[in-house]
């Protein structure tokens, strides 16, 4: 099985945990392969590792087209980064070294377990809902997909914008506010949670829209069918409009231009230690009842 191991983590921790990385993958027959952004960064030479040839180096953009599982390593935002980008239908594994970890299998001191339970076929794998996100820009349209949310607000921050959205070709709402959250449920935990939309269970098929700090009390988040074509383009055409996509990739959208999403027909294959255990993960992560504990 060849892993390759991409993700933001930062050099120190880089330095701590790719030795290790290195000796349990080659105990457990395990070949690795390496994002060169993320080799960069962590200031090892390969001969430094052991581990890998200069052939095991490859562009982040390729590296999924030359291993069997993705590993990210870092916080959300790298298993983020790496779903969006992987080019085959490839598990993906994430060891948090970050700040948050919903979608982490392990931490560093769990790394031995995790890898022998990946080598001998017992980590569990979840299909996550993923989004895609369409600007119609005559025969060459911005397509991109989405594994948590797909933003719209206003290319000046503080600044009004005013949005029409439609539902399957019918009109939902018109809304003046700093913009409009779309998202999976397994992006409810994140952006759309602090602008007050609901909490979805990450097994679900919907997808959330939640508006942004609306100027109307009757403008509330809503849930829709997984199956829903959402439509929005701005009514201000002096406001010009951003597209964020999983809070790492920004677009803007000109004058003129619709917004249009729906659920991808990719999907991302999450592997975890253990079956989902969303309530437990939820309640440790929001420190809910913690006076409890």
Known sequence: MILGLRGGADRQGLREVLPRFCSLAQEMGLRLRF???????????????????R????????????????????GDGSILGAARELKRDLPLLGVHMGSMGYLSAAVPEQLEQCLLDLAEGRLHEESRMMLRLRIPRGKKPLIMDALNDVVLTGEDPGHIIRLR???DGEDLFKVAGDGLIHCTPTGSTAYNLGGGGPVLDPRMEAIVLTPIMPHSISVRPIVASATSRL?????????????MVDGQVSVPLSEGERLIVERSPRRLRLLRTAPPGFIGVLRRKLKWNVEDE
């Open 231 to 243: 439509e929005s383009e701005s009514l201000d055409n002096r406001r010009p409009l951003r597209v």
């Open 55 to 74: 052939a095991d180096i490859l562009p982040e953009a390729s590296l999924s087209d030359a291993v069997d599982v993705v590993v990210a390593l870092g």
């Open 35 to 53: 994002g060169r952004e993320l080799f960069e960064r962590s200031g090892f030479s390969a001969g430094e590792l052991g581990c890998v040839a």
């Open 165 to 167: 959205t439609r539902i």
